[in-house]
């Protein structure tokens, strides 16, 4: 028998957040697009399509039944069956143009709320009779982790992640307890031996201490100037001028994705000029939009913002469910260097990493929405705080081999995130079998045209460009140690 969890049975306050901030125009849904060689066979994606809405009971229930004082609950809908969620379409051109096209109009079509909130949209006409899949889902089902580990599920992958789901609580734990024993072993067999050491070892560890001293300030310092400047952005009417439009926000939308990057070649960068793959890419982004803004000559703003997600799950939990929140990051657009515009990149990432911020509104929203969902606020104030940032920017880490999905192997792996405000573009970084592409959504508008083909199509050459400068980087240092050791 199958204990339901009580997060199968009432929304939680983020996913009541996620259903009270949309509206016609900007609706909270997560995209996912695979492509296959040939046409899956039915009768196997129908079995994978049934263990999915068993295993995950909120792809087989719709929310319902909400109070003022009272969340709704997750029900199911009467005579309805996974199949009524499957959508059968052929391309008019087998193009990747024509796809994109079609799954935009599908990100701006509403859900029905007589019926869970995805769809599956199988899509047949694609160049050399390739096949594709176009998952739709409503965010108050859950963030980001959630569909990855719900959807990779249904794959190849099944069997591994039932592994790493049973250990993770287990290598937890035995983590704290690795750590709990080295302390104690190092307290046994660090003692210094004599008065010599023991200086030796008092100067050594009040330096350590010094250094973390100082660390920890720049650290909170860094992290006090970011979250005041969020807050004053929030409170006052204050507006961003790059791809933003007068007049109410386009219904239309338009897809885009880049060209693959080698994970090889981000590790290259980073050993150059240091950070993380996020940071490398970030980067890479704020260039392209920087690129894209001025090619139209319409740059005024010397940041770019982004909604930077924050996940707060545990190691161990892998919940069906929202447990996310964010922060803006604030990313230059000046004519800075590599190195610079990477080390500031970096800043606000720490920032971002270290703030209570995102953890303090998720407790908050989560409470509030848990208990008084009708004291929502307006529709006017989710406005002002979404049309801040530029866009959103998420990282969707995938499978690093390639994977089976209903016994055909997926060839391309793509996910989007919703938007966040008007003119916004939302952006996510996807990883599949040692490589990464970015994937965007943005709306049409005759003021800023092909914003997100404008900043894909970019991504290829800007990172190369990055590259040649970190094998320079690279060769230079090499260079110097050789002459050292000669």
Known sequence: MTMIKKSDQQLGGLDTLFLKVEHPRRLMTVTSIWTF???LDQKQVYKVLERLCLEYPRFAKTPAHEGFFKPAAWTEPV????????????????TRKALQKYCAEQVVTPFDYTKPLWELHAISGLEDDHYAFFWKAHHALADGEGFIR???????LNATLKKLEEQSVVSHRRKKDIASTKKKDSSLTDRPKSSCHKAFAYISVMMNLFWIVLYQIYVYSVVTIHDLYCVFLCVLPVT????????L????KEMAWSDDVSIKDIKIVR?????TLNDVMLLVITRCLKSYLESIGKRNDNYISFIIPVSLREPSDWSFQNVVSGSWGFFSMKDLDTRHLLNQVKTEMLAIKNSLGPRMLFETWQWFFSHAPGLSPPMSVYNHICDIPHGVFTNVPGPTVPIDFAGEEIQEYRTFPPQCGKGSIGMALISYSGKVSIGAIADVHRDYPEVANGVCSRVAEEFQLVLDEAKMEISKKNLNSHKKLK
């Open 150 to 156: 719900s959807l990779l599920s249904t794959t190849s």
């Open 240 to 247: 961003r001028k790059d791809l933003y439009y007068k007049g």
């Open 37 to 39: 060689k040939r046409r």
């Open 79 to 94: 005579d309805w069956s996974f199949q009524d969620n499957i959508v059968n379409h052929t391309l008019e051109e087998p």
């Open 249 to 252: 926000q386009s219904h239309e």
């Open 271 to 275: 050993e150059a000029f240091g950070g």
